[in-house]
């Protein structure tokens, strides 16, 4: 394969001026890959598909993923909220939300065809450690049944790390036992929840690795509390390693940059620092890799 692309995760806006100015981004920094990030079913029309492809092609971007998130509940802030209170909204894990959620997530599969997308990724929630917990078997069903419909749209599902050990992730996608599973390597997630880190677990799940989400973080120093996000290489991810061993596994996928933070100088910033970065470690590695 040729030398992987470096890409921006950006989300859909209903405004397309606004939509326009985040493709435009992309070019701004030298790029021409991203992830593409959708919270509401009313944008995923053939609409918005139209136009995203218009703009896919007026800016020369391939759409590497399509983030699928869901419609903000009523009740409860499925969001970035208080660290309590996610175990209870955030993914199609907690009972609450399920039904709807797998409704959308099968929507946003629908809607990922449209624009031409074979990944879909989500986070799941707070999987259950222990392989006997009802919660848990019941979601190996119900991720049976996703992936039936995602197969039959040419996709893969790929869970987002961080919220589940390694290991937890990786029994997940045995005992759901789809050809059609992957994982999107978020670099910090795992720092930020307490729960490993992203050199590690590559040699957990790593054969499994569709995308990343190239981000970077410090471990938590209070239980009640994620830890803290910081530039790209400036934490504890070790980007230059997790990008040697992503080679060592043959990867084929995007390294798409994620900053959790307003748009700004300080934004732009990072992440021309991220794009040296990635760009400086990926040129070490002849990607080239022989069938």
């Known amino acids: 394969m040729a030398t992987p692309k470096i890409g921006l995760f950006i989300g859909m806006h209903p405004n397309r001026q606004i939509l326009e100015e985040k493709f435009q981004r992309i070019n701004k920094f030298g790029l021409h890959s991203c992830q593409l990030m959708s919270w509401s079913v009313a944008e995923r029309t053939q609409e918005s598909a139209d136009f995203v492809l218009e703009l896919c092609d007026k800016y020369d971007v391939s759409l590497s993923n399509v983030?699928?998130?869901?419609?903000?509940?009523?009740?409860?802030?499925?969001?970035?909220?208080k660290y309590e209170d996610i175990f209870e909204t955030w993914g199609i894990i907690p009972m609450a939300f399920r039904s709807r959620r797998y409704d959308e997530l099968?929507?946003?599969?629908?809607?990922?065809?449209?624009?031409?997308?074979t990944d879909i990724a989500t986070h799941c929630g707070f999987i259950p450690p222990n392989p006997n917990d009802p919660t848990y078997t019941s979601f190996i069903t119900l991720l049976k049944f996703l992936l039936v419909t995602i197969k039959a749209n040419g996709q893969s599902f790929n869970f987002?790390?961080?919220?589940e050990t390694?290991?937890?992730?990786?029994?997940?996608?045995?005992?759901?036992?789809?050809?059609?599973?992957?994982?999107?390597?978020?670099?910090?997630?795992?720092?930020?929840?307490?729960?490993?880190?992203?050199?590690?677990?590559?040699?957990?799940?790593?054969?499994?690795?569709?995308?990343?989400?190239?981000?970077?973080?410090?471990?938590?120093?209070?239980?009640?509390?994620?830890?803290?996000?910081?530039?790209?290489?400036?934490?504890?991810?070790?980007?230059?390693?997790?990008?040697?061993?992503?080679?060592?596994?043959?990867?084929?996928?995007?390294?798409?940059?994620?900053?959790?933070?307003?748009k700004?100088?300080?934004?732009?910033?990072?992440i021309r620092k991220a794009v040296d970065l990635l760009e400086n470690e990926i040129a070490k590695y002849n990607w080239d890799f022989e069938e």
């Open 67 to 81: 983030w699928a998130g869901w419609t903000p509940s009523p009740m409860l802030n499925p969001g970035h909220g």
């Open 106 to 117: 099968v929507q946003a599969s629908h809607w990922a065809k449209k624009i031409g997308v």
């Open 160 to 163: 987002e790390t961080g919220q």
């Open 166 to 262: 390694p290991m937890t992730l990786l029994r997940t996608i045995e005992d759901a036992g789809g050809e059609n599973l992957g994982v999107n390597l978020d670099t910090a997630n795992l720092i930020l929840y307490g729960n490993g880190n992203p050199v590690d677990a590559l040699d957990v799940f790593g054969k499994y690795v569709r995308g990343t989400h190239c981000k970077d973080g410090l471990f938590p120093t209070s239980g009640r509390k994620l830890g803290k996000e910081v530039p790209l290489g400036e934490g504890k991810a070790n980007i230059p390693e997790v990008v040697r061993k992503l080679h060592e596994l043959k990867y084929q996928g995007a390294f798409t940059i994620e900053r959790e933070i307003p």
């Open 264 to 270: 700004g100088e300080q934004l732009d910033n990072d």
